[in-house]
């Protein structure tokens, strides 16, 4: 990239708390936006300069907000170059890493929603990182400097400092202060943009004194990066299949009771995932046995939308989804919901009919798609989790195993294989078995079987 014309139109002494600075200020042909340098000492000829090449951030740097460490990571380096007497802070006007503050405020809503910050930037069109640092390479010449030493987490910044020319012969670290505020965006800085910070050994991500240790939560991460990445290169949603069993698979004694299995970190684990997801969905069976609520309360993060498969609306009147924040979304078939009289804030959805006259998931998942869904997790129950794994529509599955004997309902009634059709049941990939509390936790991958199973459409999603 071309470096831009820049030219120093004038200078002024700038006293701070810190120590006395002169205050550079630059024009350049490449753009209307008026950078800055803020200089202590002699660094004209000089080496091993300490330097800050600082992009404006105004939410941060003037207003504190703690969603960010930009404000801290400029005050840090001000009080650090004062200190050693000589140095600069270029500060440079391209806000939000380049999008815009109007951008990065919309971004910001997004994260509201549940997207990480470099997903926000892509839904709105943007690069994870839209940042160039041609200007501050012309400062740096204009201020006659030797070498730098730079002051640092992003390892891209020195690289595009060194391939323009610079002699940058050490990064300095910026270690910022984690807050609940800003835990999750450096955790993202570290996991997806390269940045060499040390992230604590618990990030405080969760609420009401619940605990999700930091390998739950970086599994909770990739799983939804890998969503991320599946709805952006199939445009449908990914499908996670999440649930609990005992250890000898059970998921309830008796079917249509409730069963408890989860300890405490399972259990803050599926409110992480249920985070994570864009929509949960349960068959009504699961409804009318445990009348979930199916929102975030033990971390801190969004409601999925609520999703009910109800073929024949037996969806009850006095159903705590009923008051969910977002309301619940029923798909069922069009010759009942032609019937229906559930209000708001229910909504009802009509989906194709398989030949059974059930609600065909083929097509409940592709209106899911058109209404914005990117990301599912289905919790259940029993036939509906089977039904999503013997058609091949999950991509991933979360099995807490509880170490309890049962001896109960199994999560699936999967039909031996046949060979006349061919059909194998789907096979799990990348296995990881990670422990929460006194549970053990497995990950896994589907490759789905191309063949449809011979009991597609036969089953009702009776729980």
Avoid at 113 to 142: C, F, K, M, P, S
Avoid at 152 to 161: F, G, V, Y
Avoid at 244 to 261: F, N
Avoid at 424 to 447: C, K, S, Y
Wanted: charged residues 20%.
């Amino acid at each position: 990239m071309s470096q831009p014309e820049i030219r120093r139109t004038t200078s002024a002494r700038i006293p701070t708390s810190v120590g006395t600075f002169q205050l550079c200020h630059y024009a350049n042909t490449r753009d209307d936006k008026e950078h800055l340098a803020l200089v202590i000492g002699d660094v004209g000829g000089a080496a091993r300069v300490l330097v800050r090449v600082h992009s404006e951030c105004m939410t941060g740097d003037v207003f504190g907000s703690l969603r960010c460490d930009c404000g801290e990571q400029l005050h840090t380096a001000m009080r650090q170059i004062a200190q050693e007497g000589t140095g600069v802070i270029i500060y440079l006007r391209q806000e939000g890493r380049g999008i815009g503050l109007a951008e990065k405020l919309r971004a910001y809503n997004l994260q509201d929603e549940g997207y990480d910050t470099v997903e926000a930037n892509l839904l709105l069109g943007h690069q994870a990182d839209e940042r160039e640092y041609g200007t501050a390479v012309a400062i740096l010449a204009d201020l006659q400097i030797e070498s730098i030493r730079l002051l640092t987490n992003n390892p891209d910044k020195i690289e595009q400092l060194r391939e323009q020319g610079i002699a940058v012969v050490e990064r300095v670290p910026l270690e910022p202060s984690f807050q609940a505020e800003n835990v999750a965006y450096l955790e993202t800085k570290v996991r997806r943009m390269r940045h060499l910070l040390q992230l604590p050994a618990a990030a405080p991500s969760t609420v009401n004194g619940a605990y999700l240790p930091p390998v739950l939560a970086q599994r909770v991460d990739a799983l939804r990066e890998r969503a991320f990445t599946y709805a952006e290169e199939h445009a449908q949603p990914y499908v996670t299949l999440s649930y609990a069993q005992s250890i000898d698979g059970s998921i309830a004694a008796t079917p249509g009771e409730p069963l408890s299995l989860s300890g405490p970190v399972a259990m803050t684990l599926t409110h992480a995932l249920r985070a994570a997801h864009d929509a949960i969905l349960v068959g009504i069976g699961t409804v009318l046995a445990d009348d979930p609520r199916l929102t975030v309360r033990l971390v801190a993060g969004p409601d999925p939308q609520p999703v009910v498969v109800d073929s024949t609306l037996r969806f009850p009147a006095g159903a705590h989804l009923l008051t969910h924040p977002r309301g619940v979304w029923i798909a069922t078939t069009p010759a009942h919901g032609k019937t229906g009289a559930i209000g708001e804030p229910a909504r009802l959805i009509e989906v194709a009919a398989d030949p059974c006259g059930h609600v065909d998931l083929h097509a409940l998942l592709a209106e899911l798609g058109r209404r914005g869904i990117r990301s599912l997790m289905v919790e259940g129950g029993a036939q509906v989790l089977t039904s999503f794994l013997e058609q091949g529509l999950a991509q991933s599955m979360v099995i807490t195993i509880a170490p309890r004997l049962v001896g109960g309902l199994h999560a699936f009634t999967l039909a031996p294989p046949n060979r006349d059709a061919e059909h194998v049941a789907p096979r799990m990939t990348q296995v990881i078995f990670t422990p929460a509390g006194d549970d053990l936790v497995v990950w896994a991958e589907l490759e789905a079987d191309k063949t449809p199973s011979p009991r597609h459409g036969l089953e009702s999603y009776k729980s």
